[in-house]
């Protein structure tokens, strides 16, 4: 991969259960960079959590707020972001992000991340009926954006540290390539 825009960041993004956070930390643990959850980000800005927000307001209004996010985030250099599930799913996020970071798209199976988030009951995307069909038509729906990262990394049966890892990797290699 040739890269010629700037790269100061790793970002990652994929579904709810994809271990953003988890794999996040572990690479930020690494790489000696610092880490930042962008639904922490938002809780705190806003003294509410994710729940509460989509309670009170809406998903709508947490999209705003995730927009708002992403346009705080230009100026970080040397910062693993793991980023809400729905949030790559408007383009102009992940354009912002593709200005600063290595994308990375963390996949696994619709059967695996239900498996993953199945006993969690803080993600107000998956209070449904059927959360596993909830889980396969948002997948869907969000694919074609998560696509569009800059690598893929397949982290059904591998260990949060065997991904972590392979994300660090890629990203030595396309920051080598910038030089
Ligand atoms: C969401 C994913 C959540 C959080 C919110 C909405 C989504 O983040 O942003 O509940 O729409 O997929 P995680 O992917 O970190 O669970």
Known sequence: MIETRPIHNLALIGFMGAGKSSVGHAVADRLRFDFLDTDELIESQAGKSITELFAAAGELAFRERERQVVQQ???RTRTVIATGGG???NAQNLADLQAHSLVVYLW??????WERVRFQAHRPMLHDP???AR???LLT???????????LVNTERRSVIE???HVISQFRLAVSDQR
């Open 73 to 75: 985030l230009g100026q």
């Open 87 to 89: 949030l790559p799913a």
């Open 108 to 113: 696994a199976s619709p059967e695996m991340l």
């Open 130 to 132: 059927d959360p596993l």
């Open 135 to 137: 889980i396969r038509a």
């Open 141 to 151: 729906a969000r694919d074609p954006f998560y696509r569009q990262a800059d690598v």
């Open 163 to 165: 991904v972590a890892q």
